[in-house]
Nanobody, 123 residues
Framework: QVQLVESGGGLVQAGGSLRLSCAASGRTFGSYAMGWFRQAPGKERELVAAVSRNHNTYYAVSVKGRFTISRDNAKNTVYLVMINLEPEETAVYYC?????????????????WGQGTQVTVSL
């Protein structure tokens, strides 16, 4: 069983930046593919970025060039750096993981989820 704990959310003005962290329990973090999802009120949860066990990355079109996903296997942590944030990106951001060697794009592909961290972007 893997437990994921997100941190780093908060209130930021439009154009600002945040770094989200997701700390994972367990000794097999390096074998997991990880993803960051977000869910805004009244909307479906969507994939923002993903990173494979080999550090290959994927970004949603809307965040490409502004968000960066990375992982530190020595620290069992995956990060999401977000710059130039927009009010429409206000959402709960979730970290997710699955034991696999690829990149995974759908929430059904992920077995483990964190509790989420709120990101609020004000005008």
């Amino acid at each position: 069983q893997v437990q994921l704990v997100e941190s780093g959310g908060g209130l930021v003005q439009a154009g600002g930046s945040l770094r989200l962290s997701c700390a994972a329990s367990g000794r097999t973090f390096g074998s997991y593919a990880m993803g960051w999802f977000r869910q805004a009120p009244g909307k479906e949860r969507e994939l923002v970025a993903a990173v494979s066990r080999n550090h290959n990355t994927y970004y949603a079109v809307s965040v490409k060039g502004r968000f960066t996903i990375s992982r530190d296997n020595a620290k069992n942590t995956v990060y999401l750096v977000m710059i130039n944030l927009e009010p429409e990106e206000t959402a709960v951001y979730y970290c997710a993981g699955t034991n696999g060697n690829g990149l995974y794009y759908h929430e059904n592909n992920y077995d483990y989820w964190g509790q989420g961290t709120q990101v609020t972007v004000s005008l």
